[in-house]
T-cell receptor, first 113, second 108 residues
């Protein structure tokens, strides 16, 4: 079945360390997105990519980095420069041409300890 | 400025009540999604709409393209429906914009 897989579901990181969150999709979607959610707030866009080897900053890109070497994969690295990394991270994919009802990952909850 | 507006922000109901959550957007879109997020954080896609109406069990989603408005209805609400419901809009630029969500609590 097609879908998006995020891993891991829960992640703990020591302060000052970089950590990479995985997002893989087999829906043949061109566009992929990373969002961050904080308690009581809506989802905010970190980075997005509309095509392989290209990506754009979203509203809160500082302290994060991404790559899009393959259409299926859009990993997000939370760097030590991100001052408040503890949050829920959601990956999504989409395509204007496709009609799909399930293109959101299940999320990764990152906690800095 | 948030290009997707949801109302209400919070909603409480007694079991069995009919629930309506609203979503308005500002410009033309290619699709609109209704999502459900439970306290554990996982997000489930309920519906994707580009026109008309869809129904799945006790859930009904409608969209009015001319009025730039969508509604999510829950019939015969149940405590297990308690969650945050999020409207997300896919604009023609392939950029998703999310509403801030509606927190629903259904009491027995």
């Amino acid at each position: 079945d097609g879908g998006i897989t995020q891993s891991p579901k829960y992640l703990f990181r020591k302060e000052g360390q970089n950590v990479t969150l995985s997002c893989e999709q087999n829906l043949n979607h061109d566009a992929m997105y990373w969002y961050r959610q904080d308690p009581g707030q809506g989802l905010r866009l970190i980075y997005y990519s509309q095509i392989v080897n290209d990506f754009q900053k979203g509203d809160i890109a500082e302290g994060y980095s991404v790559s899009r070497e393959k259409k299926e994969s859009f990993p997000l690295t939370v760097t030590s420069a991100q001052k408040n990394p503890t949050a829920f991270y959601l990956c999504a994919s989409g395509s204007e041409q496709l009609n799909t009802e399930a293109f959101f990952g299940q999320g990764t909850r990152l906690t800095v300890v | 400025k948030n290009e997707v507006e949801q109302s209400p922000q919070n909603l409480t109901a007694q079991e069995g009540e009919f629930i309506t959550i609203n979503c308005s957007y500002s410009v033309g879109i290619s699709a609109l999604h209704w999502l459900q997020q439970h306290p554990g954080g996982g997000i489930v896609s309920l519906f994707m709409l580009s026109s008309g109406k869809k129904k799945h069990g006790r859930l009904i989603a409608t969209i009015n393209i001319q009025e730039k408005h969508s509604s999510l209805h829950i019939t015969a609400s149940h405590p297990r429906d308690s969650a945050v419901y999020i409207c997300a809009v896919l604009y023609n630029t392939d950029k998703l914009i999310f509403g801030t969500g509606t927190r629903l609590q259904v009491f027995p």
